[in-house]
């Protein structure tokens, strides 16, 4: 990525008050200087993050405008951008243009440091402060009272929110654990979806004439046909080192699509064109938020090591098991002939939606407790050889999109609900082509394992939303790159 582009990264999330947008961009240390601030590390994301939420809940978020590249030279990039916020207790309204130069090594903003640049101190304090305020905005005594004053309300929100944010606590142990099972059972694997059943290529086409205007947003804005990577799966993760669970045992199957060339800002800085969406072939998601990954971490613990199940936990895990059961249950002929879902809400633009992918020909015979003896132990990788390579036929399907309604029929919060149809009914978008093709060989098996699906590889304009999105942005980015590193 070019130092322009995380910088325009960098903006973008600001404009999007995506306080996690912005923390990609920033290296661990980085150091960052203005009118009141003087910082480093941890300080400038929590101030970052600050300004991007309503604290304290009365005061709004600062708004940004406009930014604009100026020059770029190397490491160093200059730019400038406006702000907009009501301050202090009056609220006064203030807006200015900020001037920021930032240096950049290793595709990250090491240094940032901003200033004025259409309007002196003398200004800025008269309208943020108040005309008193602006006779003393250039003494010493005046630039040491504004500094004091950020620090303290800078290190009363580090200390009311950062520290006391409970999911930030759970996404740090859920990944802590994470990454000791992709240590202990394969370093370079991915830890769910870890066994593919075939990486493809394919186009999607965007409807030429879409009825509702709230679908014509980012990858749909326009009738466009994107080539596309899609790549099928088992959900589970590897059963040990190298070790797979067979297709034969029940599992989720997972379906990964790749967009490339698309253009824009991307929320994840390490893919600069592609867009991706992940899903699976169950309605709804197993958990009902972040908390939920240390009560499942703690049941999969006491299976594995044969122990005794608290009473308590595997009553509050009964939902989750009941899921999981279900999704489990589902005997699949071939993963090119079934329903597929996000399970997890979406922006789509202004709006929240969820979506699905939905082939032509939908397998409609389910094939009840078959001999696992009768059935390979890779049939499902085997049944799309089969279809694509051997028959040389290729597979249709159809991208819709669901609608928020409400909180009581389409919760943003509670992934485990199911967004019914009759609620929200689907809304095709898009229609997937996947041609006869040969793709069972070493050469895409590498490709395969190199590629990397997240939901934030994506614009802005169709990134997750929801608690248990934002806990497995951070899980996600860290496992990926602790694959990639291994």
């Given at each position: 990525?070019s130092?322009e582009?995380i910088?325009?990264?960098?903006?973008?999330?600001?404009?999007?008050h995506?306080?996690?947008?912005?923390?990609?961009?920033?290296d661990?240390?980085?150091?960052?200087s203005?009118?009141?601030?003087?910082?480093?590390?941890?300080?400038?994301?929590?101030?970052w993050?600050?300004?991007?939420m309503?604290?304290?809940p009365?005061?709004?978020?600062i708004?940004?405008?406009?930014?604009?590249?100026?020059?770029?030279?190397?490491e160093?990039?200059?730019?400038?951008?406006?702000v907009?916020?009501?301050?202090?207790?009056?609220?006064?309204?203030?807006?200015?243009?900020?001037?920021?130069?930032?240096?950049?090594?290793?595709?990250?903003?090491?240094?940032?440091?901003?200033?004025?640049k259409d309007?002196?101190?003398?200004?800025?304090?008269?309208?943020?402060?108040?005309?008193?305020?602006?006779?003393l905005?250039?003494?010493?005594?005046?630039q040491?009272?504004?500094?004091?004053?950020?620090?303290?309300?800078l290190?009363?929100f580090?200390?009311e929110?950062?520290l006391?944010?409970p999911?930030a606590?759970?996404?740090?142990?859920?990944?802590?654990?994470?990454?000791k099972e992709?240590?202990?059972?394969?370093p370079?694997?991915?830890?769910v979806?870890s066994k593919?059943?075939?990486?493809?290529s394919?186009?999607?086409?965007?409807?030429?004439?879409?009825?509702?205007?709230?679908?014509?947003?980012g990858?749909?804005?326009?009738?466009?046909?994107y080539?596309?990577?899609?790549?099928?799966?088992?959900?589970?993760?590897?059963?040990?080192?190298?070790i797979?669970?067979?297709?034969?045992?029940?599992?989720?199957?997972?379906?990964?699509?790749?967009?490339?060339?698309?253009?824009?800002?991307?929320?994840a800085?390490?893919?600069?064109?592609?867009?991706?969406?992940?899903?699976?072939n169950?309605h709804?998601?197993?958990l009902?938020?972040?908390?939920?990954?240390?009560d499942?971490?703690?049941f999969?613990?006491?299976?594995?090591?044969?122990?005794?199940?608290?009473?308590?936990?595997?009553?509050?895990l009964?939902?989750?098991l009941?899921?999981?059961?279900?999704?489990?249950?589902?005997?699949i002929?071939?993963?090119?002939?079934?329903?597929?879902?996000?399970?997890?809400?979406?922006?789509?633009?202004?709006?929240?939606?969820?979506?699905?992918?939905?082939?032509?020909?939908?397998?409609?015979v389910?094939?009840t407790?078959?001999?696992?003896?009768?059935?390979s132990?890779?049939?499902?990788?085997?049944?799309?050889v089969?279809?694509?390579?051997?028959?040389?036929?290729?597979i249709?399907?159809d991208f819709?999109?669901?609608?928020?309604?409400?909180?009581?029929?389409?919760p943003?919060?509670n992934?485990?609900?199911?967004?019914?149809?009759?609620?929200?009914?689907?809304i095709?978008?898009?229609?997937?082509?996947?041609?006869?093709?040969?793709f069972d060989?070493?050469?895409r098996k590498?490709?395969?394992?190199?590629?990397?699906?997240?939901?934030?590889?994506?614009?802005?304009?169709h990134q997750?939303?929801?608690?248990?999105?934002?806990?497995r942005?951070?899980?996600?980015?860290?496992i990926?790159?602790?694959?990639?590193?291994?």
């Open positions: 990525m130092n582009s910088v325009k990264k960098f903006f973008t999330s600001y404009q999007l995506d306080y996690l947008g912005m923390h990609n961009c920033l661990q240390n980085v150091k960052f203005d009118f009141a601030f003087d910082i480093s590390g941890d300080e400038v994301k929590a101030m993050r600050w300004f991007c309503r604290y304290p009365r005061e709004l978020p708004e940004v405008p406009a930014f604009e590249i100026i020059k770029s030279e190397g160093v990039i200059l730019a400038k951008y406006r907009v916020y009501l301050y202090g207790d009056d609220q006064r309204p203030v807006d200015y243009w900020i001037r920021a130069r930032f240096v950049i090594k290793n595709d990250k903003i090491v240094e940032q440091k901003d200033s004025f309007i002196s101190s003398i200004e800025f304090a008269k309208m943020a402060f108040g005309f008193p305020a602006s006779i905005a250039y003494t010493p005594l005046f040491w009272i504004v500094k004091k004053a950020a620090a303290k309300k290190n009363q580090m200390t929110v950062v006391k944010d999911q606590a759970i996404t740090d142990a859920v990944l802590a654990n994470s990454l992709q240590e202990h059972k394969g370079n694997l991915r830890q979806h593919s059943h075939g990486l493809v394919g186009k999607f086409i965007v409807e030429e004439y879409l009825s509702d205007e709230r679908c014509k947003v990858v749909f804005a326009t009738p466009k046909e080539k596309i990577w899609v790549r099928f799966s088992n959900g589970s993760s590897p059963k040990a080192l190298g797979f669970k067979p297709d034969t045992e029940g599992d989720a199957r997972g379906m990964a699509i790749k967009l490339k060339n698309v253009e824009g800002n991307k929320v800085s390490d893919e600069e064109d592609t867009q991706d969406f992940t899903l699976i169950h709804v998601f197993f009902p938020d972040v908390a939920g990954y240390i499942f971490g703690e999969r613990k006491a299976m594995e090591g044969g122990e005794k199940l608290d009473p308590v936990l595997a009553q509050k009964a939902p989750t009941a899921i999981l059961k279900e999704m489990s249950s589902k005997v002929g071939n993963p090119l002939s079934i329903q597929y879902w996000s399970t997890t809400p979406y922006k789509l633009g202004s709006n929240f939606i969820k979506f699905s992918v939905k082939p032509h020909d939908l397998e409609t389910t094939i407790n078959p001999d696992p003896d009768s059935r132990q890779n049939y499902l990788r085997e049944a799309i089969s279809h694509l390579t051997n028959e040389r036929k290729e249709v399907l819709l999109v669901q609608f928020f309604v409400d909180e009581s029929k389409t943003i919060e992934p485990m609900k199911e967004w019914t149809q009759e609620d929200s009914p689907f095709k978008i898009a229609t997937i082509i996947i041609p006869a093709q040969e060989n070493d050469e590498q490709l395969d394992a190199s590629l990397s699906f997240t939901p934030w590889h994506t614009l802005p304009e997750p939303v929801g608690s248990v999105n934002l806990a942005r951070k899980i996600y980015q860290e990926a790159k602790a694959r990639r590193e291994a």
